[in-house]
């Protein structure tokens, strides 16, 4: 099976470039990686959806996904705003930008959630970046939480994608979110 | 062999390939979703990595032409686009080959003409199969990148010396990230020197010259010829393949790419990016013990006939999967040929199809394994029990309609972005023109964002063709008798004004057509992501004109639509601004007091600041307008019965930096070039102030 993964968030959480970074990460692991945003015209305001999909090379499909395994919400409103779980397999996994504990998150999901990680992105990334841009911190979350991605492969990809002045510090906020998330099986 | 790699989208794949090769000339012109292709080209070229002509064409057709010219020079050549732009080239295709121009061209596949849909299918490639090109089809990224290369060693082979084209799934390959090994610089100078033509359009070397017109008694022969060429470079093909293989790692199997294929008896044949899905399918038929393999068609053109011939004697069944239905035939693109090719050979197995994805649909794994049962068990029983069979996904029946009262000419829900100019320019002329109105929009973000919404008939027509379909409205509906009851009105953007539309504008205003044709301006290619047009402002960066070390944004001025308009002598022309209602409403009624008394047609370009494509804050639209008017770089005046008069007169113009320095899209624009572009500007207002002075422009 090839891991599928869909991130929602706002523009200028930085979720497209999220994508990416799982899949430039999982390309550091050898593993067949793919990313795609939503389709359509890129209106402004409007709610941004991303995917990617990490799986070995045997394995790889380049097929849509409909029925992801996990979350990574960036945003800390919108799951109490829409409805974000469409598709989501039962027993998924959810890693949300948010203050809210593990089992809150659950509650506020209404699904049969298996794994849940949970990080006040925005927050780490304020007090370590100095921009409120949550998505490396939500990096580190997301491999603490699921265990697809190493933290090396994260750093790799951080420095691939960043020029040196913008990587140390997102290498660091992915660090804190590794450090700082909270993760409850159910 | 350590190559670097990068995570990238299959376009930027297209990109660095052609980056790799070289190229010397590129032509472009944007459509979706071949525009990140030559954005990326772009932005190689303004940045100093790619020294290449990069040729900033008005519409495909003309694309082509470009391309085809400089091929025949010995430039080594690229292009890319799709759909209805690939439908738009075709006769220049056509021509491609027989000046034998080793170019390459991309096809990030879109459905052509049927209900314009995104999603990738093979309708529009398939008009171009057969003028004998070679037409390849690749499945993932890295195989975009590594095509180009192999392409480009092919054509240019002495022994083939023909145009190439590499199909790429759009979407599924075009805008999905994977990870691409990048080839060494030098390894692939070394691998792919640069094209020596044999005979290039170039009469300091060369006294021959090129055949453009042969005799009829020749052509049978001459097609005869040109089928060995193609014939011929199969081997060219297979051989490049190889070589590329021992040198940078990778190879793709030449014609075709077979994939657990040893022990077979049955088999799957796809074409792009469904193959890896079907593999995944393969392997599950395989796990359950069933004897299938998978055939990827990588050449449709020439087609691997001998390769097919030779399975066929292996296996008991074939199924072949097709992303398009040639219509009449009762079959698929590639099922068709794969069954002529069959059709005469002793002990051939059965043949099914299956015809699926149109219009961008995905192909699930689950469908490919469905298909492949059928396949195993035709090849079981011998016995066809459907030969083609459409694999359809119906749709959920829609949700009971929301009923919406109001009286605006266009419903709530309108897509356009927060901030957009157009919609108040839409309200404002429906308003006036009221419901016996047809508006003729040809491509466009307000085709888009505004058709779905609208309450009154608003007909997409085609980019290069929107003057015709609303001249060809206007003449039904006078045969009909119904000239002076019913407004028909072009809305239109710059390109499809000023670019690509200027060829059937004109003509409906040289025929001085009773219809009206309103120009919503914002400077850019603003639906396919902000390229530049013939109506976009020196200096201004567009995702085509980037700003870079080797460019300052746009080099040329944009055209004078209105002067050019007044050329033709049409009894109204008028220019407007969204920051000037009042004058706007007043140019829409006399505007429709011209057409609906047949006196001809009249011309309104409305100047749309564009939140979206300029880079300003969204509430900022209408201040931009009216900072475009007061710095003179959108006068507004109108020319009535050819009289040209100056609406808006301000005492002075502004400083053109009051303008500027809001628009992210002129941040590079330095002072001497902003001095530069308001003494134009000046230029132009002076000018205008002086044709003001006459009775009558003189050639009316």
Redesign the interface.
Known sequence: MVDEIRLHGMGGQGVVACGELIAIAASYDDKFCRAFPMYGSARRGAPVLAFAQIGEESEATRSMIYYPEYLLVLDPLMPEQMDITQGLKDKGVVIWNTHKTPDETKEIFKKDLGTVGVVDATAVAVEIIGRPIPNTVMLGAFAKTTGLLKMESIFKAIDKRFPPRLAEPNKKAAQAGYDRAVVKKY | MSQD???M?GNKAVAHGVRLARTEVVPAYPITPQTTIIEYLADFVANGKLDAEYIHTDGEHSCMGAAVGASMTGARTFTATCSEGLAYMHEVVAQATNYRTPLVMAVTNRTLGWYWA?GPDYSDVQPELNLGWLVSFV??NQECLDTVLQLYKIAEDRRVLLPAMMNLDG???S?????VYLPDQDMVDDWLPRYDAPYPLDPTVNNKVPTSILGAPHHTTYRRIHEEVLEDAKQVIKEVDQSYKETFGRGYGGLIEEYRCEDTESLLVTAG??T??T??AV?RLRDEGEKIGLVKVRFLRPFPWEEFRQLSQRVHAIGVVDRMIQHGTGGGMIFNDLRAALCNIEGRCPVINFITGLGGE????DDLYVMGKKVVKTAKTGKIEKEVEFVEHPAAKPEKPIEVETDNPIYPSG?????CGSSIIIRHIMDILGDNTIVVNPPS?SV??YTPVARNPWLLANFAAGGAYASGVYRGLKARGKADKVYVTGYAGDGGTVDIGLQSLSGAAERNESIMWVCYDNEAYM?T?IQRSGSTPIYSNTTSTPAGTEWSGKPTRRKNMALVMAAHRIPYIATASIAYIPDLRKKIKRAAEITRNGEGMAFIHVHQPC??GWYYP?EMTVTMGRLAVQTGAWPVLEIDQGKLTLNVKPKELKPIKEYLDPQKRFRHVKDDQALRLESMLLNDWNGLLEMEKFDKLPWY
Do not use: K, Q, W
């Open positions: 790699f990068d995570v989208p995104l499945e993932s979407f599924y390959l805008y999905s990230h994977e990870r990016s469904m890896t899905a593999r995944r392997d995905d192909v699930p794994i897509a356009g972005c927060a901030g973000c888009v964002n639906n992501g939140t979206t969204p």
